[in-house]
Nanobody, 115 residues
Framework: QLHLRESGGGLVHPGGSLRLSCAAT????????RRWYRQAPGKQRTLIAT???????DYAPSVRGRFAISRDAAKNMMYLEMNDLKPEDTALYYC?????????WGQGTQVTVSS
């Protein structure tokens, strides 16, 4: 059965960096875009990074210039490089495959930015 699993979250000081990974248990077809979302306590889940099948990227203003989405299709992986982390980046981070068919979601990985 196809699953996504995020990893790489943790506790980091302000200004620090983390790299999130999203592993798929098998190849995923008909992908339109790979995405990262996050959900802070008491807030809605929001889209923060997109990588289309054509290689185009887009970022939420709050993370643009600090975060970078990438993929390794051969390994069924996607990544989110996060730099200059701020306390407001604290959230549960989810990877998502937007495709022709049902979207796929991981279970989330917690990122906490605190001194």
């Amino acid at each position: 059965q196809l699953h996504l699993r995020e990893s790489g979250g943790g506790l980091v000081h302000p200004g620090g960096s983390l790299r999130l990974s999203c592993a798929a248990t098998e190849g995923i077809f008909n992908v339109i875009a790979r995405r990262w979302y996050r959900q802070a306590p008491g807030k809605q889940r929001t889209l923060i990074a997109t990588l289309t099948s054509d290689g185009l990227t887009d970022y939420a203003p709050s993370v643009r210039g600090r975060f970078a989405i990438s993929r390794d299709a051969a390994k069924n992986m996607m990544y989110l490089e996060m730099n200059d982390l701020k306390p407001e980046d604290t959230a549960l981070y989810y990877c998502n495959y937007h495709r022709r068919g049902p979207d796929l979601w991981g279970q989330g990985t917690q990122v906490t930015v605190s001194s």
